[in-house]
């Protein structure tokens, strides 16, 4: 244990902060409501952080933000299906290491029934597996879900019109790209697999 977890016994220390608008240094987290004493200790608040809004990189031990601040927030963070939770940075930094995870968690096809969204900060590692964006007037079609007129459109749709369209299995990512309060856009992107012609005899 060293001199700064040792001023907080019930909290969690972190090597760093891996998330987006916050210094890379040593922080720990805590239930501050119950360990005010050690909250006045400290003069940098920055590197205090309330437990039920953190957690940890199970690769390099830095925090991660896992409830939003801000109605644009997302994560900065993928969990896959182990219950591994890893950052941004850990991912770009070792993409062929997370390659296949990363493939297993987010591509949806005609079989599933449960669609997850990439963050958008994973659009270069699906184009580097050979995804490209479903396009509409050969622009990347931007869809919309939420509250207002015309903001209809859904994974479900979507699957339907795709697999209208192609006779081959198609693999399918549903991608992020803005989002507000009442209103969320999101890219498709497709890789169409080759079928392979069995040799006649």
């Not at 001199?3 to 608008?21: A, Q, R």
């Not at 390099?60 to 109605?71: E, G, H, L, M, T």
């Not at 007037?137 to 207002?148: A, K, P, T, Y």
Request: aromatic share 14%.
């Amino acid at each position: 244990m060293n001199e700064f977890e040792s001023l907080v016994p019930n909290g969690t220390f972190y090597e760093g902060i891996s998330e987006p608008g916050y210094e890379d240094t040593p922080a720990i987290a805590a239930n501050w409501n119950k360990c005010e004493e050690y909250f006045k200790k400290f003069s940098d608040k920055k590197k205090l952080l309330w437990d039920d809004e953190w957690s940890g990189c199970d690769d390099c031990n830095k925090a991660v933000r896992i409830q939003p601040d801000s109605y644009d927030w997302e994560p900065n963070f993928v969990t896959f299906l182990d219950g591994t939770l890893v950052c941004q940075k850990c991912i770009t930094d070792l993409y062929d290491v997370y390659s296949d995870a990363i493939l297993e968690l987010y591509i949806c096809n005609q079989n599933s029934t449960v669609y997850k969204l990439a963050p958008s900060w994973l659009y270069p590692f699906f184009e580097l597996k050979g995804f490209t964006c479903l396009d509409q007037n050969n622009e990347c079609r931007i869809f919309e879900s939420g509250l207002h007129e015309g903001q209809s459109d859904s994974p479900e749709k979507v699957m339907a019109q795709i697999h209208s369209i192609y006779t081959n299995t198609v693999d399918i990512i549903f991608i992020g790209t803005a989002k507000s309060q009442f209103d969320l856009n999101w890219n498709t992107l497709l890789k169409v697999k080759e079928v392979e012609n069995e040799d006649s005899n």
